[in-house]
């Protein structure tokens, strides 16, 4: 479980985050919703190790890491996957699985053994020789959540993951996410798709104003009538 306790952060006066308190379960799709400037993305990179809380703590299965680097995060067992394309744009697919294996495997066939067991899993293999460059936003997605999953993590953290992707491409990536969970992990999702985002979540927190004004399932929220004032508008529709 990944737990934030009393998490705060202010730049100067401005206060971004008042003592946030949240939990992410494993074996569940967890997101994290709100409008921009609300704070969202700082809550994330605290999670994410990419910057730290004035107070409060950050707790990974019941072990401090709010001081750790997002290095040493990902040793722990949570990793972080970025907005912006984090693939290697002149390597193959089969050489950037390749990469992410080499930091947690030194044996050249147990590389191979699970390079070919990732690619067959995530089916990608029909894309092995392709240069990242040359990916479209759904498969190159569909590479850099294969790559993550190749550094054997409990959690995984995907920030905007339905950007710049095709709705077909999305439907498949919404699949493939659900499916992770029945390998055990959990997952943390911020995306400004909500129609996406809560389509799989098993609970979403809303935050706005540097609070958590919501918290529950998608149905819950999608009918919280402080979310749809603040966030969602009247307009939207389920």
């Known amino acids: 479980m990944i737990e934030t306790i009393k998490i705060s952060k202010s730049y100067g006066r401005n206060s971004i985050l008042k003592e946030i308190s949240i939990s992410i379960k494993l ?3 967890t997101g994290l919703l709100g409008p921009n400037g609300a704070g969202k993305t700082t809550l994330f990179y605290i999670l994410a190790g990419l910057t730290k809380p004035s107070n409060g703590l950050v707790l990974l299965n019941n072990t401090e890491i709010t001081n750790l680097s997002l290095s040493s995060r ?18 193959s697919v089969e050489d950037n699985l390749k990469s992410s294996l080499e930091t947690k495997f030194s044996s050249k066939l147990e590389i191979k053994r699970r390079m070919n067991e990732i690619m067959e899993e995530f089916k990608i293999s029909s894309l092995a020789k392709q240069k990242g460059r040359e990916l479209s936003g759904g498969q190159r997605r569909r590479v850099e959540i294969a790559r993550s999953v190749a550094l054997n993590p409990t959690f995984i953290m995907l920030d905007e993951p339905f950007a710049g992707i095709d709705p077909l491409a999305i439907d498949d990536l919404k699949e493939l996410i659900q499916k992770l969970t029945e390998k055990g992990l959990g997952i943390l999702i911020s995306d400004h798709n909500v129609k996406a985002t809560t389509d799989i979540c098993k609970k979403i927190f809303v935050i706005s104003s540097g609070n958590i004004i919501a918290e529950g ?5 999608l009918n919280d009538e402080t979310v749809r004032k603040v966030y969602l508008g009247d307009s939207f529709e389920n």
Do not use: C, M, T, W
Request: hydrophobic content about 40%; aromatic content about 8%.
């Open 217 to 221: 399932s998608s149905k819950k929220i």
């Open 74 to 91: 990902a040793d722990a067992g949570l990793v972080y996957l970025p907005q912006e394309p984090s693939i290697f744009r002149n390597l």
């Open 27 to 29: 074996d569940e799709i």
